[in-house]
């Protein structure tokens, strides 16, 4: 007899229904993508001028001016025609490196496929010209851990340890910052070495084998290294502060470097003021870094944000209003919980993301934060008074698409929840909406083929009365020619963080006739619903 | 993407991986539609340049993450009935199939998720673990469990594990 699993496969592959034949479909696909551009440019147009005027606003508020800065781009040097190396190449970037004393170049590339592989993918390598003619001398070491988007990278090529002769520090990119590998370089013969950590005391905070540290400076940690001229040499620090209240955790690793071999020689741990600690710059053993780290620390803080939950937030949105109605400003955020210390595409169908906010004004989030769990492209889109007791709630973008769905969230500062963020939920079921008691509030608003919706509000600012109207007919065949229509009218209380339907109505209409409502333009209680902003 | 690409990927995983989303939600509209949905997003992404290493997995967490919406799959039902009447439109449901459908609908989502990436699409749990953003014990736990109660639920016997019994 097979065996379980067996049966089970036998059995989902024979109950697993099939579609209908359809063959359109590669033409109904085309329609729905061409649908789903238009709607996103509705969508754009709005953000585009609520960018603008926020952005002249921000200006005039400041009284700045738009300023430049030259950054150190790595670029190819001329000329690049593989360097003198057996394959073909792209993606090379190039630093300037002294060997001895004599100008040179360091190189980092990637082995030319049919195409040119994306930045973080195919084979990727470092290699230096040490005397300075445009042809690589040392063979070139492939590097391991480059990962998509932005991938390895020169990162800088200082003198750490003094000697005349440039290290190597190339870097990958991730979420918070950079993973930086380092490299030294012999003569004898041509070659570019990997440094290795050895820890013969056992003291240091630094993992022995191959030389890796982090350059990261996010709300709650930093990560980095600095040199420092001793009268006995020049060594290396590579240091890791956590910053916590009142003080600020410093951990440091001192190294000697020579040759290909790191040696830890001292490490200290104590605690600092914050403004004693060391961050990490754009600069490293006084030399510039390179890449997409020329810009640190701004080029990381795009992608995650340390919001004290114990693992950076990524894809964050923010919202600042006055969620308790004590006359202060709170700040609430969305975004996705990194994993493995990297963020997801923030397009990507993650489905899942987390609410939280902080009453404090410390920065960090207030205790509890709520998961969202049917997430796709989360942000924290508005606040509003959707009761009209003075306090805002947080409504929450859930769905990005043709029809974007909204959660509503409820801020608390005590009870038996703890300070946080909570899912407004229904009370009573309301099947126009497809939800039943007990679910998560959510509304939805725009269209597609065959059905509309929009939210709009009644007795706002005082008595809000949230509208939900929907319509939908079959776009073909029997009943196209008549729609449905409905109506919700919704109650929602903070205080207990629940919705009741105060209203439901269900009328037909001929198609031909006009919509009741306008799908491409839905705002009410204060919210621009559609198309969103 | 180009148009012969996504016509082939249309006609030989097209049916596949609305099989499975239908698997998981117990309803044929939604999955059609949340997997169309998934393969619009993909050809977006594709047009911009960018490029899905593995696009069948990709389009089937996309489509089971877009088939979590009550709304859109409530909406999509009540336009495609009138279409689902038609008699081409679906197979008349077997008692197997119904007794499947039944167990799987008394599992968790999540673990009949897992059921159907594992024993319908036939991905490891290290690739099911990948795609679901989870470790791969919690997906061994939950496929355990998964697998407990859709033996129980139809009356699926292993002559090794009996013979195990047994032996106990």
């Known amino acids: 007899m097979p065996s379980i699993d067996d049966q089970l496969k036998d059995r989902l592959q024979r109950s697993a229904p099939s579609p209908a034949g359809a063959d359109d479909l590669f033409v109904r696909l085309g329609t729905r993508r061409r649908r789903r551009a238009t709607n996103r440019k509705l969508g754009t147009v709005a953000v585009v001028v609520c960018v603008l005027l926020g952005t002249a606003g921000t200006f005039f508020a400041l009284g700045r001016t738009l300023r430049t800065t030259n950054v150190p781009v790595a670029t190819p040097s001329e000329p690049v025609e593989n360097l003198g190396l057996d394959f073909p190449i792209c993606r090379v970037m190039s630093m300037p490196i002294t060997v001895g004393e004599a100008p040179g170049s360091a190189y980092v590339f ?257 205790d509890t934060y709520d998961t969202i769990s049917d997430c796709m492209e989360c942000r924290a889109y508005a606040a509003a008074d959707l009761d009209g007791d003075g306090k805002k709630e947080l409504i929450v973008l859930l769905q990005s698409s043709s029809t974007p769905v909204y959660g509503i969230y409820t801020a608390f500062q005590g009870n038996t929840e703890g300070p946080g963020l909570v899912p407004t939920t229904m009370v009573v079921d309301a099947p126009a909406m497809g939800l039943s008691a007990g679910d998560p509030l959510t509304v ?90 | 993407m180009n148009e012969v690409e996504l016509r082939d990927f249309l006609r030989e995983r097209y049916p596949r991986l609305v099989g499975a989303v239908a698997l998981v939600t117990g309803d044929l509209a939604s999955a059609e539609d949340a997997v169309q949905e998934a393969i619009v997003r993909a050809w977006e992404r594709s047009d911009r340049g960018e490029e899905i290493a593995l696009l069948d997995r990709w389009v089937a967490t996309v489509a089971m993450n877009l088939s979590r919406s009550r709304l859109r799959r409530l909406r999509v039902e009540r336009l495609a009935r009138p279409r689902l009447s038609e008699p081409l439109a679906v197979e008349a449901p077997t008692s197997d199939r119904l007794d499947v459908v039944r167990a799987l609908a008394a599992l968790p989502r999540r673990q009949r998720e897992v059921t159907v990436l594992r024993y319908y699409l036939d991905l490891s749990t290290s690739e099911i673990a990948n795609e679901m953003h989870t470790s791969e014990g919690t997906v061994k736990s939950q496929l355990s469990k998964a697998r407990a109660h859709l033996a129980d639920a139809l009356a699926l016997t292993d002559d090794q594990e009996n013979s195990h019994a047994e032996h106990r």
């Open chain 1, 110 to 366: 990637t082995k030319l496929e049919d195409t040119c592989p994306k930045a973080g993918e195919g084979s990727r390598f470092v290699a230096a010209d040490e005397n300075g003619d445009g042809v690589v001398d040392t063979p070139p070491v492939e590097l391991h851990g480059c990962f998509p988007p932005v991938g390895c990278e020169a990162f800088a090529a200082p003198d750490v340890n003094g000697d005349g002769t440039s290290e190597i520090a190339v870097s990958n990119a991730g979420a918070d910052g950079y993973g930086v590998w380092l490299f030294a370089l012999t003569t004898s013969p041509p070659a570019v070495v990997p440094i290795d950590v050895v820890d013969p005391q056992g003291i240091g905070y630094i993992k022995t084998g191959a030389f890796e540290f982090a350059w990261v400076d996010v709300a709650g940690h930093a990560e980095g290294a600095h040199c420092e001229t001793l009268p006995n040499g020049s060594t290396f620090t590579v240091f890791g502060v956590d910053k916590l209240a009142p003080k600020a955790d410093v951990r440091s690793t001192v190294l000697q470097i020579d040759g290909p071999t790191a040696t830890v020689v001292g490490a200290s741990k104590e605690k600092t003021a914050h403004s004693d600690a060391p961050i990490p710059g754009n600069e490293l053993c006084g030399g510039p870094l390179y890449g997409s780290a020329a810009n640190f620390p701004n080029a990381t803080v795009a992608s995650g944000l340390d919001i004290g939950i114990g693992v950076p937030l990524c894809n964050a949105s923010k919202i600042v209003a006055d969620f308790t109605g004590d006359g202060q400003k709170d700040t609430a955020w969305v975004g996705e919980e990194a994993r493995g210390g990297r963020c997801s595409d923030s397009n990507f169908a993650y489905g899942r993301a987390i609410a939280a906010v902080d009453f404090t004004g410390d920065g960090l989030a207030d």
């Open chain 1, 444 to 533: 939805t608003v725009g269209g597609d083929e065959g059905y509309s919706y929009a939210v709009g509000c009644d007795g706002f600012p005082a008595s809000p009365i949230l509208v939900q109207s929907g319509s939908s007919h079959p776009i073909e065949g029997p009943g196209s020619g008549v729609r449905d229509v409905f109506v919700t009218k919704l109650k929602l209380s903070s205080q207990t963080a629940t919705a009741t339907v105060v209203d439901s109505q269900h009328t037909t209409q001929p198609t031909s006739d006009p919509l009741p409502f306008d799908p491409l333009n839905s705002s009410g209680c204060g919210v621009q619903w559609f198309p969103p902003g």
